[in-house]
């Protein structure tokens, strides 16, 4: 992947969305902007942490703890991704 900082948000839905279908077995068609993480896509607390783990690995830097809790939706995601990338 060229550089992680010069991504859209159009391009971080689709590593997301990558990351989800290949790590947590989810259906791409489910992986929508406003599916709920925990409701919609089936997450559980401990995939929550390995998201954030896989997200620190392709941005390069790590989501606090506390500002993951507030993420419920996929685009809750990309918001907190594209935050990071411009911190």
Avoid: H
């Amino acid at each position: 992947m060229e550089n992680i900082m010069a991504l859209s948000n159009e391009a971080i839905f689709d590593e997301l969305k990558k990351i989800l279908v290949e790590s947590f077995e989810t259906p791409e068609e489910q992986i929508t902007l406003e599916a709920n993480l925990y409701e919609d896509l089936d997450l559980d607390s401990i995939d929550a942490v390995d998201l954030a783990v896989k997200l620190q690995t392709l941005t390069g830097k790590r989501i606090k703890a506390d500002e993951f809790k507030a993420v419920r939706t996929v685009a809750d995601v990309v918001r907190a991704v594209r935050s990071l990338l411009d911190s």
